[in-house]
Structures are given as structure tokens and as C-alpha cells.
């Protein structure tokens, strides 16, 4: 009996993905979207592993294995390199942070309503507007420049 009913359930799953076919459709540029700008940067990895030269591009290079790590950590200067990467990216971090509590607060303290609204949607515009329409308004803009 529970062959027979593991088969029928399976047969609805089936029919059930075949009629969402359009939504199914739907998700194809979200999960090529999420290939290309998440999975196709993995390939660059492969640079660490190869004796990269332009010339010869990523798959003509010889590939030399885990050398390129023991020479870097071999080097005396991967301890400071290290250490600088990590005080760049904390200096950073920190003053993006300033920065952006610094402007939120002074926005927050304009009186005039309508201004603070008009700075506010200033600020955020950039993030909603899409990159290609911005380039187009700044070449119409700079046409005549």
C-alpha cells in the first residue's frame, strides 16, 4: 500500500512542478543573476594556483600547485601585509560608519520638513535608480560640455 501511494504523490508533485512552468520561468533571472555575479567570480580563484600571465590567460598558465602561498608566507612580510589589510578594512569599516551616522544625524536635525525630506530622498535616490539610467541622464547632461 505504500508503494502505491508514494507513486501517486510523486505523479503530483510531478504534475504540480509541470503547471508552474511559468513561474518556474519567473525565477530563471533571478538564479542567473545569482550565477554570474556570485558563482563566475569563484573562477578567479584559480589565478592563486597558477603562474598567471596575462598573455597567456587563466587556463594557459602553468598551474603551480600551492607555491604561490609559500612564497607569500615564506616572504618576511606576510605577517605585515596581513596586518594591514585587516587595520585597512577596519578603518574603513569605521569611518563609513562615522560617516553615515554623521550625515543621519545631521538630516535629522534640519527643522525645515521639507528639506529634510528633500536631502533624505536625495541620499537614498542613488540607490534606487539603476546604474544605466544614471549614465544616460549624466550623457545627456555632459553632451555639450
Known sequence: ?????????????????????????????????????????????????????????????PWVGLDNFRFFFESGNAARIIGNTIFLNVLF????????????????????????RFLQSSVFLPYFISPIVISVMLQAFLAGV
Not at 512552468?21 to 589565478?47: C, K, M, T
Not at 569599516?93 to 529634510?116: F, G, K, P
Open 93 to 116: 569599516i569605521a569611518a563609513t560608519m562615522v560617516a553615515a551616522v554623521s550625515l543621519a544625524i545631521a538630516i535629522n536635525e534640519i527643522r525645515h520638513r521639507t528639506l529634510r
Open 1 to 61: 500500500m505504500t508503494a502505491v501511494g508514494s507513486r501517486a504523490a510523486v505523479r503530483r508533485r510531478r504534475r504540480s512542478l509541470h503547471h508552474d512552468n511559468s513561474l518556474w520561468l519567473l525565477a530563471v533571472p533571478a538564479v542567473v543573476f545569482f550565477a554570474v555575479f556570485s558563482y563566475a567570480p569563484l573562477a578567479g580563484l584559480v589565478v592563486a594556483f597558477k603562474d598567471f600571465n596575462i598573455r597567456d590567460g587563466v587556463f594557459g598558465s
